[in-house]
Structure formats: C-alpha cells, structure tokens
C-alpha cells in the first residue's frame, strides 16, 4: 500500500493550470499538504488568489486559519464533522463552515472544485494512467513530470 503514487494539485479552475503540486507515495492524509500547495499557487500564480476551494480531506481548523488569516483567502472546504455519526465542530472557522455548508450558502463556490477532478482526467487521458517507474523516489518525479507537461500542453494551445 505504501508504494501507491499520490498526486495533490492546486489548479486554477478557469485555465486548469496547476499552480502548484506535491507528489508522495503511499496513503496518508491530505490536510498536511495544504498549506505548501495553497502557498505555492498563492505565490506563483498569474493571477490573484482570491478564493481555494478543497475537498474534506483537506478539513482542518488550522487550514481555514493559514487561507483566511495569513494569506487573505477565502477558504470553502466541507467540513467532515456534519455526518449524521458527528457533532458540530468546537473550532470556530470549522463550526462556520459547517453552518455555511448546512445552508447552502457555498454551494455554486464549492461546485469549481471539480476542476481539478477535470484536470486528473487531463492528465490521465492525454499522458496515461500507468505508471512507468518502480522504485517511489522515480514515481514522484514521474508524477511531476507530468504536471509540467501538462501545463507546457495548455500553454502551446493557448
């Protein structure tokens, strides 16, 4: 299990650029990964970062502070506390979202999210799904590879 590839991506929903990428092996969580992807797109991207919407993977008090308070972005990520099994969140930015998300309220925001599903699809359908190398070291660079070409992909197009 620990030798399976993982691709995280922050993309530009409108270009489906990726802004910026974390390649691992193995499961895991993805909230860890959240801060260097938001801070890379936030700093390399063309535009201004305004808005990052991200799946429950991604759920965490500390998340919402880093987008919200030191980088000044608007943070849409679904809470995983709400399941019927669960309480509301005791953290304050969690506990908002969750209300927000009870209501309805980030519905069309949340609905971009899927862009970056799009861009998985991309990169599969124009580059391949199997994975060439097999040592993990040469999966993550293959996987980095491929966010490049992509990215060279819609820039020739353009």
Same mark, same amino acid.
């Given at each position: ?16 650029? !990726?802004? @910026? ?5 193995? +499961?895991? @969580?993805?909230?860890? =990964? ?14 201004? $970062? ?13 998340? #919402? ?19 019927? /099994?669960?309480?509301?969140? =005791?953290?304050? &930015? ?14 069309? $925001?949340? +609905? ?6 799009? $861009?998985?699809?991309? !990169?599969?359908?124009?580059?391949? =799904?199997?994975?060439?190398?097999? /040592? @993990? $070291?040469?999966?993550? #660079? ?10 060279? &992909? ?5």
């Amino acid at each position: 299990m620990t030798r399976l590839p993982k691709l995280s991506l922050a993309a530009d929903a409108a270009t489906h650029l !990726i802004l @910026a990428a974390a390649a691992s092996t193995g +499961g895991g @969580a993805d909230q860890p =990964s959240f801060d260097d992807l938001l801070y890379h797109a936030w700093r390399r991207s063309h535009v201004t $970062v305004r808005c990052v919407v991200a799946d429950a993977g991604f759920d965490s008090e500390d998340n #919402h502070r880093i987008a919200r308070r030191d980088m000044r972005v608007r943070s849409v990520i679904p809470p995983k506390a709400g399941r019927p /099994t669960q309480k509301l969140p =005791s953290e304050p &930015m969690r506990r908002d979202m969750h209300r927000r998300f009870k209501r309805g309220a980030d519905r069309a $925001v949340y +609905g971009q999210r899927w862009q970056v599903e799009t $861009v998985n699809s991309m !990169i599969k359908r124009n580059l391949g =799904s199997a994975m060439r190398a097999r /040592t @993990a $070291v040469r999966r993550r #660079h293959e996987l980095l590879l491929r966010v490049l070409t992509h990215n060279i &992909m819609l820039l020739a197009e353009g």
